[in-house]
Nanobody, 123 residues
Framework: QVQLVESGGGLVQAGGSLRLSCAASGRTFTTYGMGWFRQVPGKEREFVAGINRSGGSTIYADSVKGRFTISRDNAKNTVSLQMNSLKPEDTAVYYC????????????????WGQGTQVTVSS
């Protein structure tokens, strides 16, 4: 099945930008909707952004709408999350996920997860 590896996390000052990437292995990437989630200790995993199989439709959490952009390149088996105007509350481990639903915002809709990449935003 598809395997996912995130990259691009790091430390950035508030107001700055980061671009996360998720590389997928296997030949079934285009059969999955993709999503980004984030999690901090003691809190539930939070939906950030989702994109359908073709990349023609996207959804965002209200907390990131207008600041983050999700995209995918099916020819390269990658999905990205461009994060602008970062805030300290964006600090979390960010996870890439793949699911069979066309477009989903709940963690239960996704079957495959990456290991995560740390994003830290300083004030």
């Amino acid at each position: 099945q598809v395997q996912l590896v995130e990259s691009g996390g790091g430390l950035v000052q508030a107001g700055g930008s980061l671009r996360l990437s998720c590389a997928a292995s296997g030949r079934t990437f285009t059969t999955y909707g993709m999503g980004w989630f984030r999690q901090v200790p003691g809190k539930e995993r939070e939906f950030v952004a989702g994109i359908n199989r073709s990349g023609g439709s996207t959804i965002y959490a209200d907390s990131v709408k207008g600041r983050f952009t999700i995209s995918r390149d099916n020819a390269k088996n990658t999905v990205s999350l461009q994060m602008n105007s970062l805030k300290p509350e964006d600090t979390a481990v960010y996870y890439c996920a793949a699911g069979r639903r066309p477009l989903a915002s709940t963690w239960s809709a996704y079957e495959h997860w990456g290991q995560g990449t740390q994003v830290t935003v300083s004030s």
